[in-house]
């Protein structure tokens, strides 16, 4: 049975607005959020307990949905910048946003970094694996 929380949750960001979508790092020493503080819907890394915010991705469609992959070198994201929602990736520090894959949401990374778990918008919506690299 897991422990239920005890003591009183403390505040780990500190800007206005929407901060959600939590991700823990695979290492446990960063968190990837969104946040709409710069006016949009952004994808952003701070350390565990908020300090040394950084924005990783920039641009006027929205960004959502943050997963690290297995390494912690980079996230995978869903943005609607190709004018549907779409899976991209974005390295740890920022830089340029990268196409993984077309109309594809919700990513989900496989704990050993090969394959990654999308569903879509198509009725019914089923869920999709790809292969990220060879598996034995």
Known sequence: ERP????????????????????????????????DISGNSEIYVADIVGAG???LTSHPALDFAPAWFADGSALAFVSERGGQRDIWEV???????????????????????????VSTEQRPTPLLAVDLAPIP
């Open 91 to 117: 390295g740890q520090f920022g830089g340029g946003a990268t196409l993984l894959l077309e109309n594809a949401q919700y990513p989900a990374l496989s704990p050993d970094g090969r394959r990654l778990y």
């Open 4 to 35: 239920m929380p005890v003591g009183v949750p403390i505040r780990v960001t500190t800007d206005d607005g929407f901060e959600g979508e939590p991700e823990i790092s695979p290492d446990g020493t960063r968190v990837a959020y969104v946040s």
């Open 53 to 55: 915010r950084l924005r």
